[in-house]
Structure formats: structure tokens, C-alpha cells
């Protein structure tokens, strides 16, 4: 019969392979799946080969459960009046989490290169996906979208406009905040009642207030206003 650990044990373990994670993720966000090697992710994770290979099988299981965190991670955002905000908003807070999370950025990487024929990238889209489409869905019952809107074909289109302004603002050097601002900016429109569209927070920012609050404003450079807000003198 198998003993459970001592909680001081489990803690130590969690800890490890958080530890782990994250060093893989640095390395694998520098040099890429086929350069990675463990020897420089145990050397960051200051552990033993043995206890990399206590908690993941090989680099193809470790590089899975690096991929995989961008789901097996929670979500978290606020509620909001509108589950049309909480569409934008988890958009905005992934884009927050690519600047300051290094777990989020090797994630990213590994699931849009090529490299690694084993690992399976198809789950952090369908994942998303399902979210948005949840949240879509939540809208449409109350009578947020517009009537012809299919709650699926935002979601996809949201999630493949992401990875592909992810991928473009690195390659030249963009702000991804500021683009994902304006996908937002120039699609909900399209999708929500104008009531809703007036109301949305799309602007720069958008991702560190809604996870830090009002205080997390002072991470961006940005104003606090809708892009969609009519000017008071015309209101």
C-alpha cells in the first residue's frame, strides 16, 4: 500500500516542481524546444537531475507540462457587470501575464513552434477557446450580443488573432498590450449591443486592472477610459 507524504514532504515536492517549471520555461523560452537542455534547467532550478526526473518522465513531458499551464492554471479576473467585459478581460490579463510571468511566456513559445513532435499543442487553443465560448455564451443569454452572433466564431477568432499578434509583435518589436488593445477595440463593436459596447474597458492597461484592481493601473501607461465612451458633450 502506497503512504501519503508528510505534509512538510508534499509542500517541498510542490515547491520543486514549481521551481522546476518555471527554470524550464526560461530556458525554453531563450533557446526553443530542440536547444533546450536539461542540464541548463536543473542548473537554474538549482536540483538534482534525480529530482527533475522524479516529478517528469523526459524534456517531451516536462515541455507537455510547461504547455499545459497555460490551461491547468486558473483563470483569474474579476467579475464583471457584463460577461462581455470578462470576455475582453481574460484576453487582456493573459496579455498582462506575458510581460511579468515567465511560466506564461515559455508556454507561449512552445505552443507555436514546430519543434517537439510529440507534444501536443492543439490543448492550450481548445482550452481557450472553451473559455471564451463559455463566456460568449453567458452574454448571449443575456442579451449582451448582437442576435446574429455565434458565441464559437468569436471565440476562435479571438484566440487565433492573439497568437498571431503575439508572434507579429515580437518579430517587430511591438507592444502586445497595445495590440491586443486595439483587436478588441475594433471587433467588439461587431459583436455586442451598442448599450454593452459604450460600457467595455478595452484600453491599454486593461489586463493589470482587472487582475490588480484600481492600484494595478500605475503598471501601464494608459487611460482609464473606453475607447468606445461617448464624449459627455455629446452623450
Same mark, same amino acid.
Given at each position: 500500500m502506497r503512504t501519503e507524504r508528510p505534509p512538510v514532504?508534499?509542500?517541498?515536492?510542490?515547491?520543486?516542481?514549481?521551481?522546476?517549471? #518555471?527554470?524550464? %520555461?526560461?530556458? *525554453?523560452? /531563450?533557446? @526553443?524546444?530542440?536547444?533546450?537542455?536539461?542540464?541548463?534547467?536543473v542548473k537554474i532550478a538549482n536540483v538534482t537531475k534525480g529530482a527533475l526526473y522524479f516529478h517528469f518522465d523526459s524534456k517531451e513531458d516536462l515541455a507537455q507540462a510547461v504547455i499545459d499551464a497555460q490551461v491547468s492554471i486558473e483563470p483569474v479576473f474579476t467579475p464583471? #457587470?457584463?460577461? %462581455?467585459?470578462? *470576455?475582453? /478581460?481574460? @484576453?487582456?490579463?493573459?496579455?498582462h501575464r506575458l510581460q511579468h510571468d515567465v511560466l506564461m511566456r515559455g508556454s507561449a513559445r512552445l505552443t507555436l513552434e514546430q519543434n517537439g513532435r510529440g507534444l501536443d499543442r492543439a490543448?492550450?487553443?481548445?482550452?481557450?477557446?472553451?473559455?471564451?465560448?463559455q463566456l460568449m455564451t453567458e452574454a448571449k443569454a443575456r442579451g449582451e450580443l448582437l442576435s446574429h452572433v455565434d458565441?464559437?466564431?468569436?471565440?476562435?477568432?479571438?484566440?487565433?488573432?492573439?497568437?498571431?499578434?503575439?508572434?507579429?509583435?515580437?518579430t517587430l518589436?511591438?507592444?502586445?498590450?497595445?495590440?491586443?488593445?486595439?483587436?478588441?477595440?475594433?471587433?467588439m463593436p461587431s459583436l455586442v449591443v451598442s448599450a454593452v459596447a459604450i460600457r467595455l474597458d478595452t484600453a491599454p492597461g486593461r489586463g493589470a486592472r482587472a487582475l490588480h484592481g484600481p492600484q494595478g493601473a500605475h503598471l501601464c501607461r494608459c487611460s482609464e477610459r473606453s475607447p468606445f465612451a461617448v464624449p459627455a458633450d455629446v452623450a
Open positions: 514532504k508534499q509542500d517541498r515536492a510542490v515547491r520543486t516542481r514549481q521551481a522546476i517549471l #518555471e527554470a524550464a %520555461a526560461v530556458v *525554453f523560452e /531563450d533557446r @526553443g524546444y530542440d536547444a533546450a537542455k536539461l542540464t541548463d534547467i464583471q #457587470e457584463f460577461k %462581455a467585459q470578462e *470576455f475582453v /478581460d481574460v @484576453g487582456m490579463i493573459f496579455s490543448a492550450p487553443y481548445q482550452g481557450w477557446i472553451e473559455l471564451h465560448t458565441p464559437a466564431q468569436p471565440s476562435r477568432l479571438i484566440v487565433g488573432s492573439f497568437a498571431g499578434l503575439n508572434v507579429m509583435s515580437q518589436g511591438l507592444n502586445l498590450d497595445e495590440e491586443v488593445s486595439a483587436l478588441y477595440t475594433s471587433v
